[in-house]
């Protein structure tokens, strides 16, 4: 039995979420984006960020939670060192007051469900930069402030999962629905991390920390697996423990013992006042909530007609699927649009797509492309050319037709040309033009070779009419 708790920034914020310190803590010099209120001085007051209750309430209505009408925050009380205020504000489901999501289901894409027990909006505590060797050997570690107080939305799920590579499903289509909210650039180093606790029949439960991209979990998890598995086999009593993820050894290690929730002592935020949401409040979110990842996909396929296949590669990939839909205002045609996406387009930005922005610096436009299909449609130019054009496009951002001219690399519709290309065709495959007169695929292989003969630009139709004429009315 495997569950998890996951970790979310919400990356789409300009400031923290109980002062005005900047919520892009990245690439700043270290404790320059710190205030009295993220560092917990005597007298100061935290004040709640409004976008961040918004931003939390709509993760918590896509994963199928219900959103109560009042939250409220509480102090978890722990001493380590990347907290400088001691105690963390989070949330906690206690005397009929719950956090701001509880009792989800969210459908993994074979349908199995995964139950959410419970979302809630915390503070993010700092960083512990460890100067020298690892966590188990050093004489000293730094701290860095600037991330504590940043706005953190976790996910806590049931023990569903019952193998690895669902829980790496779930995470890539939780990736993908945070990304489609808006909420969280899950690319950003450290803006997602999962806490995963992995049990199995009649041991104890083994809670693994640290792992601080979603890509390590299946390791991690892999790992404690095979672990947990040899102490059975030998007899040896699986411990409650929690346990450090390296991702250096990629092993897991026992470290410090865990506290009980009773050793936090949490009680109520003062200084925060109970928030009410309002009635209102979950039917207006409602209405402004992006389209997600099922949406998208029903709308690809119903509206514009594209496969089930086709689709899923598209919305997958938000980024691709924002520039096919603008691709499509300028020239709505749908499926040869989607077709040249994923294909001829995607193979030349394959080496980019783990990159944040990969196609906002693209010289290559949805009007480029838009271009380039109406050409095909209009019998201009053929597939192949038309791949040989995008490649020009993608380094210097001329438009198609441009290119088209510059190159005169126009399809060649004209008889006498053709009828010339087929002509010395001929000449030189004289044994494949005999086996052509009784055997089709000959006739293709004498087609390849006219293809050839024009640098692909003969409009094949017109070419295999003359071909098959020339086969059978040798004197014409
Ligand atoms: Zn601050």
Redesign the pocket.
């Known amino acids: 039995m495997i569950g998890l708790e996951i970790h979310a920034q919400i990356t789409a914020l300009n400031s923290?979420l109980f002062?005005?310190?900047r919520g892009n803590y990245r690439e700043l010099g270290p404790n320059t984006?710190?205030?009295?209120?993220?560092?917990g001085l005597p007298g100061s007051l935290p004040v709640i960020n409004q976008k961040a209750i918004e931003y939390s309430a709509m993760t918590s209505l896509a994963l199928g939670c219900k959103v109560p009408d009042k939250i409220m925050f509480y102090r978890k009380n722990y001493f380590y060192p990347d907290l400088p205020k001691n105690f963390q504000i989070t949330q906690y489901n206690v005397y009929g007051y719950s956090s701001i999501g509880v009792d989800g289901i969210y459908e993994l894409d074979d349908a199995k469900q995964i139950r959410i027990s419970r979302i809630q909006l915390e503070e993010d505590p700092g960083r512990i930069a460890y100067s020298e060797g690892s966590m188990n050997v050093r004489n000293s570690v730094l701290l860095d402030y600037n991330r504590a107080?940043v706005a953190l939305i976790e996910i806590v799920t049931e023990p569903d999962f019952t193998s690895p590579k669902e829980v790496r499903q779930f995470l890539n289509k939780l990736s993908l629905t945070l990304e489609y909210i808006g909420v969280c650039d899950t690319l950003l180093e450290g803006s997602v991390r999962c806490d995963v606790n992995v049990s199995m029949e009649g041991g104890n439960k083994v809670e693994i920390k640290n792992i601080n991209s979603f890509r390590e979990v299946e390791k991690a998890i892999n790992y404690e697996i095979t672990r947990q598995s040899s102490l059975y086999s030998r007899n040896l009593k699986i411990e409650l423990e929690t346990r450090h993820w390296d991702d250096r050894k990629k092993i897991t290690f026992k470290s410090r013992s865990k506290e009980e929730e009773h050793d936090y002592r949490y009680f109520p935020e003062p200084d925060i006042p109970i928030i009410v949401l309002g009635n209102d409040f979950v039917s207006n979110l409602k209405k402004r909530m992006p389209e997600l990842p099922n949406q998208r996909f029903e709308c690809f396929v119903s509206k514009y007609k594209l496969s089930e296949h086709t689709s899923n590669i598209l919305i997958n990939d938000k980024k691709l699927a924002d520039f096919f839909e603008a691709t499509l205002k300028v020239h709505f045609s749908p499926t040869e649009i989607a077709n040249f996406l994923i294909t001829d387009f995607k193979s030349l930005i394959e080496d980019d797509s783990e990159s944040t922005d990969y196609l906002k610096n693209l010289k290559v436009k949805p009007e480029h492309i838009a271009e380039l299909v109406k050409l095909i449609e209009g019998n201009k130019i053929s597939r192949i050319t038309a791949k040989d054009i995008l490649v020009k496009i993608f380094e210097s951002g001329m438009l198609p037709s441009e290119v088209m001219n510059n190159t005169n690399s126009y399809k060649i519709a004209d008889e006498k040309t053709l009828m010339d290309a087929v002509q010395s065709v001929f000449d030189k495959e004289k044994s494949a033009v005999e086996d052509a007169k009784t055997n089709s695929e000959a006739i293709n292989f004498l087609l390849g070779k006219v293809m050839k003969f024009t640098n692909g630009r003969a409009d094949p139709k017109i070419a295999m009419r003359i071909i098959n004429n020339k086969l059978h009315n040798p004197d014409k």
């Open positions: 923290k002062c005005s310190c984006n710190i205030c009295e209120i993220c560092c107080g």
